[in-house]
């Protein structure tokens, strides 16, 4: 599985030690045209990571690109246990267009989720992390 630049925010987190995910604290969903009028869905995710020693939070985010069977119940806070399961259906042969489908997890280590949020793309970015709670006003 691949997401762009994840590494590289990962890699920010890691210097400050072991880290969580705690929960989904944005959701965007746009329909955007291309160069050549067709429309993308694209999905932002902001999860709220925690430093473990430090409790020191941040917003992580990331893209989802022409995302397809989106659904989303009725919840009033998305906690995690980890980030969102990602499968890659490329190995089975599915279409480019849903080469992931992307669900929570119910914390049990099934792999089941607890069906607050799902959804297939065809490929994902990691966009930002910065500081959960600004000193600025």
């Known amino acids: 599985m691949y997401i762009k630049n994840y590494k590289n925010i990962i890699d920010k987190l890691n210097c400050m030690g072991s880290w969580t995910y705690e929960e989904i604290v944005g959701i965007k969903y746009n329909i955007e045209q291309d160069f050549e009028d067709n429309y993308i869905t ?3 995710l902001t999860f709220k990571v925690e430093v473990i020693n430090t409790k020191q939070c941040f917003k992580l985010k990331k893209r989802y690109y022409n995302v397809s069977n ?3 119940k009725k919840v009033t806070k998305l906690y995690l246990t980890n980030s969102l399961i990602i499968h890659d ?3 089975l042969g599915w279409d480019s267009d849903q080469r992931y489908h992307v669900h929570d997890d119910s914390g049990y280590g099934e792999n089941d989720g607890y ?3 799902e959804f297939y793309c065809s490929s994902i970015e990691a966009l930002s ?3 959960f709670y600004s000193t600025s006003a």
């Open 42 to 44: 694209v999905l932002d």
């Open 129 to 131: 992390l910065e500081e």
């Open 89 to 91: 259906k490329k190995e």
């Open 115 to 117: 069906n607050f949020i």
């Open 70 to 72: 989106f659904s989303l």
